[in-house]
């Protein structure tokens, strides 16, 4: 059974911090996706890495994956109020991406 | 151009009845694709439909069942509701490829709220 683990599931930031949030998978999978949610709302593309070695950038947030090591990285820069949300990552058990496998999501909370 | 469309928002059913939710995929797609998320969990995958037929399904019982329409629309009818089916029912729209391109990924829709009493 595919197994997504997302750590940590709960991380409370400051604002200007850096910090990672990991997301670990138990099958080979060269696709991964990471998605946003604010409350009571429906998911929000961020990214989708479709290669060992992808790296995406958007503002502040960077994905990367490692598909021999099973790990994508969400790193989050200098962060700021607008970044609190949850933060999923998915990994896809098809070969078009239609049928992902979440993980719990890390709710991301930003103070200042 | 109109995204993923889902009816309705919000719904109360009691244990025991039958459900039926509707999704309307984004323009252009062709695979509709159905979650549940329970709240503070992420989404599960139920099912997916492609030229109206289900060709993956996830780890839930018979009682959810699907369906895709010609135009690519599709119902997700759950039958003999339980209290733990209430959750976020999320609908993705993709448009079937190679699983090599960007253009794989799913969008989803607003959701609908099933509250079961």
């Known amino acids: 059974e595919l197994k997504v683990e997302q750590n940590p599931l709960f991380l409370s930031m400051q604002e200007g911090k850096n910090y990672t949030i990991y997301c670990n998978y138990s099958?080979?999978?060269?696709?991964l996706y990471w998605y946003r949610q604010d409350p009571g709302k429906s998911l929000e593309s961020l990214f989708v890495?479709?290669?060992?070695?992808a790296v995406k950038q958007e503002g502040r947030l960077m994905a990367s994956l490692d598909t021999k090591a099973r790990l994508s990285t969400l790193h989050i820069t200098a962060a700021v109020h607008d970044l609190s949300a949850t933060y999923f990552c998915?990994?896809?058990?098809?070969?078009?991406?239609?049928?992902?496998?979440f993980g719990k999501g890390t709710t991301l909370s930003v103070s200042s | 151009d109109a995204g993923v469309t889902q009816s309705p928002t919000h719904l109360i059913k009691t244990r025991g009845q039958q459900v039926t939710l509707r999704c309307s995929p984004k323009?252009?797609?062709?695979?509709v694709s159905w979650y549940q998320q329970a709240l503070g969990q992420g989404p599960q995958f139920i099912f997916q439909?492609?030229?109206?037929?289900?060709?993956q399904r996830g780890n839930f019982p018979d009682r959810f069942s699907g369906h895709q329409f010609p135009n690519y629309s599709s119902e997700l009818n759950v039958n003999a509701l339980l209290l733990g089916d209430s959750a976020l029912y999320l609908c993705?729209?993709?448009?079937?490829?190679?699983?090599?391109?960007?253009?794989?990924?799913?969008?989803f829709g607003p959701g609908t709220r099933l509250t079961v009493l």
């Open positions: 993705a729209s993709s448009l079937a490829g190679t699983g090599t391109s960007l253009t794989d990924t799913q969008y």
């Open positions: 099958t080979t999978s060269d696709r």
């Open positions: 890495l479709l290669s060992n070695g």
């Open positions: 998915a990994v896809d058990i098809t070969q078009a991406g239609t049928a992902l496998i």
């Open positions: 323009s252009g797609h062709d695979t």
């Open positions: 439909y492609y030229e109206e037929e289900e060709r």
